[in-house]
């Protein structure tokens, strides 16, 4: 999951060396926070959140054969 929302958000923003992403483990949730530039986070969200949602998505379908609840945060 760390690797797609990475792949994602690096070929959104203007610097992609600054995109890092952390994982935590909550037992059945499992939480990671995007971390972007400040320049760079209007892209990453997108007009009313469109982006943000989409790669929310990418995620909640790529993680449905495991039995967790995953949650992007974009910090």
Known sequence: MKELVEVIAKSLVDNPDEV??????KGRVILLELHVASSDMGKVIGKQGRIAKAIRTVVKAASSKEEKKVVVEIV
């Open 20 to 25: 890092s992403v952390e994982v935590t483990d």
